[in-house]
């Protein structure tokens, strides 16, 4: 028989409105494992403003894993849209599938070809190197990164939507939202940077562009969305994800 973390997981996009009482249960439960600090109106008040989930399911129907998502315009950019991601987080027997980075991709797609002519980013922010480590995989281009300053147009959109969602707590210095006094941050075992963790140069880079990522501080990143910055990694979990979907 299997185990759970042998057990194949099952990814789809589905729409907030549609979870169920026990799929939220789940959700919460699952923050909770990761988490300290998050009060139940903070997450059910970040689920009720997405409008989809990316789910990892069991065969049985048990989430676990999910990231919430929702489109936005951006304020004073004419034109411009994010797919902001909310609360993201799998369990850890089940960090190895791809499907939820995948499934995302998918999502992504759906939106690019829906929006054409528009100009279609990212919005990420991120508490954790794991989090920000999957720019790099997917993208060929991103902000911010090793090496390179961001953008003028870049950084004036990541203010924009800073101060529009964050407020007082968005340092604009540093592209930071600042953790609220007790706010949620990461478990200091889901996420621990170490020496070794520190010779990868996207995690150096995190450390150092948001070093209160421990108490909850996040640092907010775009990356263009068009299939010309997908990178090979990208396109084979995206491939992956798409072959399982129904036709």
């Avoid at 919430?68 to 850890?92: E, K, N, R």
């Avoid at 990212?122 to 790099?136: C, E, H, V």
């Avoid at 003028?152 to 609220?180: N, Q, T």
Wanted: glycine share 8%; hydrophobic share 40%; aromatic share 10%.
């Amino acid at each position: 028989m299997a185990t759970d973390s042998t057990r194949p997981c099952i990814g789809a996009i589905e729409p907030v409105a549609g979870l169920t009482a026990a799929d939220r249960r789940q959700m919460w439960w699952l923050m909770q494992a990761h988490y300290e600090g998050l009060e139940p109106t903070q997450f059910h008040g970040d689920l009720a403003e997405k409008q989809w989930v990316i789910t990892l399911r069991l065969s049985d129907g048990r989430l676990v894993g999910f990231s919430t998502q929702t489109l936005l315009p951006v304020p004073g950019h004419p034109g411009g849209l994010v797919l902001y991601s909310g609360d993201t987080v799998v369990a850890a027997p089940y960090r190895r599938t791809t499907a939820l980075a995948g499934f995302w991709g998918v999502l992504a797609l759906r939106l690019i070809d829906a929006n054409a002519g528009r100009r279609l980013s990212w919005f990420l922010i991120s508490k954790g190197y794991k989090t920000y480590r999957f720019l790099p995989m997917f993208f060929w281009e991103y902000h911010p990164r090793p090496g390179l300053e961001v953008p003028a147009e870049e950084a004036a959109m990541l203010d924009s939507l800073g101060r529009a969602r964050f407020g007082s707590r968005y340092d604009p210095a540093r592209r930071i939202v600042v953790a609220a006094e007790n706010g949620c941050r990461l478990r200091p075992d889901a996420a621990p940077v170490d020496a070794s963790r520190l010779d990868d140069p996207h995690v150096r880079f995190f450390v150092n562009a948001n070093p209160g990522h421990a108490r909850g501080d996040e640092l907010c990143c775009l990356a263009p969305l068009d299939r010309d910055n997908f990178t090979p990694a990208a396109w084979r979990v995206i491939d992956a994800a798409t072959a399982t979907v129904p036709s």
